[in-house]
């Protein structure tokens, strides 16, 4: 088969980094079972300033709001799956913001 393009979608979820789940952080459960539902892979990225529904402003520019800080989980797979994934995991991600959205993802040639 020859490398090329094929369509995916990406699930983003936007939460805080202090959004705990069950005592745990609640990007690890997401990532968790994310792995757990044979999804393609998850990552997970901490932002440096962002704000939510309070609109305050928290930043790494701010020692004392450092650590509420905005992280993003972002899996990339097949359209159907991610929304699958949703649909079973809506007790974990209602209270946090999900958006799904089209890509492309480049699949290189195999030897």
């Known amino acids: 088969m020859g490398a090329g ?16 789940w069950q005592h745990r952080p609640r990007y690890h459960e997401i990532v968790r079972r994310a792995r757990d539902a044979g999804l393609a892979g998850a990552s ?21 709001l ?4 905005p992280v993003m989980v972002m ?3 097949d359209t159907a799956r991610l929304r699958a994934f949703v649909e079973s995991n809506a007790d974990l991600l209602n209270s946090v913001t999900v958006a799904l959205s089209p ?9």
């Open 66 to 69: 450092a650590e509420h800080l």
């Open 103 to 111: 890509v492309e993802l480049w699949q290189g040639a195999h030897s």
């Open 44 to 64: 997970v990225w901490r932002g440096v300033e962002g704000y939510g529904e309070s609109s305050d402003i928290h930043t790494t520019r701010l020692l004392d």
């Open 75 to 77: 899996i990339v797979d």
């Open 5 to 20: 393009w094929r369509p995916a979608s990406r699930l983003t979820v936007l939460l805080g980094e202090d959004d705990r």
